[in-house]
């Protein structure tokens, strides 16, 4: 059964995106998780000529213009994926450095920037986390102080997906000192290329190997001020925004559990140990209908959230839990699913050994579990008052 938010048109759009991922993307994944890099300026070009990169962007700059509802079905829809790097790098693009852009932006800036970016013309990334201030992004060191009309930037950021690859990079710096550390951030749009942005070092990763990540440096990087997003000083306020639509798109891969259960299950069901098909094991069995169960509240959860924020509700609350209980139970059934694969689990050329791999990231990156459980606990007036 289909979920009651998705109409004809979103499977559509969920079955043009999957026959896309199996003849675009699948017979390339071995060599490029070997590669430890994807050819991102190649593969967004392909998928901004379908439509795929501005789903919910706004018509006028290339974007389909549809509400956020077909955003999260296309999320879902990257579950055909085999591999969590390339789906993670695509939803950088379109849920994690842009939605503040398109929102926010003046037309000038969302010209410059948004535009290209849906027609997968550059790849962006986005400069929130720094060594000293991941979760914390209020901690950020990151400046950017005003010289005329432009903007100098100093700083550094960590764990940049896309990084190295990427056209251009949604910072968040600092450009007024004291006050409110929520008062003090601005969004700017940094082209690579500009004079004094350098990348440090490409990461390696303990999975999500397809996808790059960077350490980048600004030494000194002049932009202008018209590249800001929005209004000085509320960089904060749109990151805490943005960060609504990259949980809910963290949350969206909830599906590619399901997917990881159903081959596990066929797998066990040809492995034969002690005269009889492991599947027949009831410890076995009775932990994959478990496992099953937590994917289908887990999805319900997830489409809840959804249908809340596309009637313009704040879901804050509901992204935070989407977000926790979707990188646990990923987590969850991969750790199950390769103890019932057996030695062939710990293969690192088995699929649910890569989503073994690639699921640790998901209680890390986008905010920790505890980040999500403070944020939870906040909302529901629990969190103890500060002294």
Known sequence: MQPTIYTEDHIALQDSLKKFCESEINPHIEEWEKAEIFPAKELFRKMGKLGFLGVNKPVEFGGQGLDYSYAAAFAEGLSAIQCGG?????????????????????????KEFLAPSISGEYVACLGVSEVGAGSDVASIKTTAR??????????GKMWTTNGTQADWCCVLANTSQGGSAHRNKTLICVPMKTKGVSVARKLKKAGMNSSDTAQLHFDGVRVPQRWRIGEEGMGFT????????????????????????????????????????????????????????????MG?????????????????QLASM??????????EV??????????????????????????????????????????????????????
């Open 334 to 387: 991969a750790d199950w699913c390769l103890q019932f694969w057996g030695g062939m689990g710990y293969i690192e050329e088995t699929r649910v050994n890569r989503a073994w791999r690639d699921s640790r990231l998901g209680s890390i990156g986008g905010g920790a579990d505890e980040v999500m459980m403070g944020i939870i606990a906040k909302t529901m007036g629990i969190f103890p008052r500060q002294s």
């Open 86 to 110: 390339i789906p993670m790098a695509i939803g950088v693009q379109t849920d994690m450095a842009t939605p503040a852009l398109a929102r926010f932006g003046s037309d000038e800036v969302r």
């Open 146 to 155: 005003k010289d005329g009309d432009d903007y100098i930037i100093d700083g």
């Open 300 to 316: 319900a959860l997830f489409h809840k959230a959804v249908a809340l924020y596309v009637a313009g509700n704040d879901v804050t």
């Open 238 to 297: 749109y990151q805490m925004q943005q960060f609504q639509e990259e949980r809910l798109w963290a949350a969206a891969g909830w599906r590619k559990n399901h997917e990881i259960i159903q081959e596990t299950i066929a797998y066990l069901r040809e492995r034969q140990a002690f005269g009889k098909p492991l599947l027949e094991n009831q410890f076995i069995y009775f932990k994959l209908a478990e496992l099953a169960t937590e994917v289908e509240a």
């Open 322 to 331: 989407c977000k926790l209980k979707c990188a646990r139970l990923a987590r």
